[in-house]
């Protein structure tokens, strides 16, 4: 399981280091491709393969799907970690996110979210708010 938060900096070359607790998790090759909220979704090639599958059964009929599936596949790239635990974000992925000089892993249980640390203190500061409300509406449908 993948939980926590973890603020790391981005080198000159676009590398960062994957924290050591969530490297043994995750394994030695990753896929990192568009989340949603301005954030990068980072998964184990072993659960990317559930999700991509699962994506792939949407079918091409329905545009909605078509889109979907444009936007999280064909953006995503199998990254290796290095020795050193440091991977590699590509230019792309590295723009849609606005990731700058340092940046924060969330663990959110099967993926890890890959955010500009500006962002993601915005973003989290926005949901605290809102927490209360969204327990309430989960409880609603019984989700929690």
């Not at 064909?74 to 635990?85: H, I, K, L, T």
């Given at each position: ?61 329905d545009a909605t799907s078509r889109g979907f599936n444009r ?74």
């Amino acid at each position: 399981m993948l939980i926590g938060e973890y603020t790391q900096t981005v080198d000159e070359k676009k590398r960062t280091s994957l924290p050591v607790k969530f490297r043994k998790v995750i394994g030695k090759s990753i896929v990192i491709t568009h989340g949603l909220d301005q954030c990068l979704f980072v998964y184990s090639t072993k659960e990317w393969q559930k999700i991509a599958e699962k994506l792939g059964g949407l079918g091409m009929l329905d545009a909605t799907s078509r889109g979907f599936n444009r936007f999280m596949l064909a953006g995503a790239v199998e990254v290796d970690v290095d020795a050193s635990g440091r991977i590699l974000i590509p230019e792309h992925l590295k723009s849609f996110a606005s990731i700058a000089d340092k940046v924060v892993f969330a663990g959110v249980f099967n993926r890890l979210e890959l955010w500009d640390e500006s962002t993601w203190k915005s973003y989290k500061s926005k949901v605290s708010k809102e927490a209360d409300q969204m327990a309430s509406k989960l409880g609603e449908i019984g989700a929690i």
